[in-house]
């Protein structure tokens, strides 16, 4: 169960995590992370 996710964005959510394979990564963030804080947390990993 997703709780607090809103139910119209569930399927979308449900075919992203079904796509996804092991070793694969997903960023769960708000509109305020921006392109340069994720290109650095890239190069860091």
């Given at each position: 169960m997703l709780i607090g996710i809103d139910p119209?964005?569930?399927p979308d959510l449900?075919?992203?995590l079904?796509?996804?394979g092991h070793g694969d990564?997903?960023?769960v963030a708000?509109?305020?992370l921006s392109r340069l804080q994720?290109?650095?947390a890239?190069?860091?990993a």
């Open positions: 119209l964005h569930v449900s075919s992203i079904r796509s996804i990564e997903i960023a708000d509109a305020n994720l290109s650095q890239a190069g860091a």
